[in-house]
């Protein structure tokens, strides 16, 4: 597995506006460090106990991205260092995650995980949950977090169509948002979408953050 070449040839697919996130969870530290050597620093994990190993024996200009589900629980663990939570599903997280950055004198950026697949097995808010939570304006008293913008994973198919008509819908609900709760808000403008298998349909429907692993580092150890 030449994770350096990987890196290239999945920059080279990518506009100058897309970001990479280079999916590292469940593989080890050296395999973050041949990426590294290629130039890439921003990372995602999704357990905080590995993350917490391998933050601390990797360069410190890593950018790391918590992207799996996180509990409440566990923010504390990550607030002082994480870079990016990608998937925020609840107010109750973010209201936590505002608490624990407060702690730490920062800012956390964050991610509003929204479900746009077919299926019952991914977390996130419904478009009218979404809503809800930002009509109440709670939010706007959380000045240690700073929303950014929406993440959310496409149904597993192999029908595309399907595939770009999900990242479509994400792509006009970020645009709702930004007009309705956030115009005037430079900080909110991601649209993660895109993994490894999708992360090409996902730029062509405006993505400007892929989130890749298998491409880059081969299928995950266990």
């Known amino acids: 597995?030449?994770?350096?070449?990987?890196?290239?040839?999945?920059?080279?697919?990518?506009?100058?506006?897309?970001?990479?996130?280079?999916?590292?969870?469940?593989?080890?530290?050296?395999?973050?460090?041949?990426?590294?050597?290629?130039?890439?620093?921003?990372?995602?994990?999704?357990?905080?106990?590995?993350?917490?190993?391998?933050?601390?024996?990797?360069?410190?200009?890593?950018?790391?991205h918590f992207i799996g589900h996180l509990q409440t629980n566990k923010v504390k663990y990550i607030a002082p260092y994480i870079a990016m939570i990608d998937a925020v599903d609840s107010y109750k997280l973010l209201a936590e995650i505002n608490k624990q950055a407060a702690r730490c004198g920062r800012v956390i950026p964050c991610l509003l995980e929204i479900h746009i697949a077919e299926e019952d097995t991914k977390y996130g808010f419904t478009f009218d949950s979404c809503r809800q939570m930002l009509d109440e304006g709670k939010w706007k008293e959380l000045t240690n977090v700073a929303i950014s913008g929406v993440m959310g994973m496409a149904t597993n198919t192999d029908d595309e169509a399907e595939i770009c008509k999900e990242f479509a819908r994400l792509h006009d609900f970020f645009n709702e948002l930004k007009n309705t709760y956030f115009n005037g808000i430079d900080t909110f403008k991601e649209i993660s979408m895109g993994m490894s298998h999708d992360y090409q349909l996902a730029v062509r429907e405006g993505s400007t953050m892929v989130r890749v692993g298998s491409k880059i580092f081969g299928e995950r150890v266990y």
Do not use: C, T
Request: proline share 6%; hydrophobic share 40%; charged share 30%.
């Open 1 to 64: 597995m030449d994770i350096q070449k990987n890196i290239k040839e999945v920059l080279a697919q990518l506009p100058p506006h897309v970001r990479l996130v280079a999916v590292s969870k469940f593989h080890p530290s050296e395999a973050i460090e041949a990426a590294y050597a290629a130039g890439q620093r921003i990372f995602g994990e999704s357990k905080e106990q590995e993350l917490n190993l391998k933050q601390e024996v990797l360069p410190k200009d890593i950018e790391w």
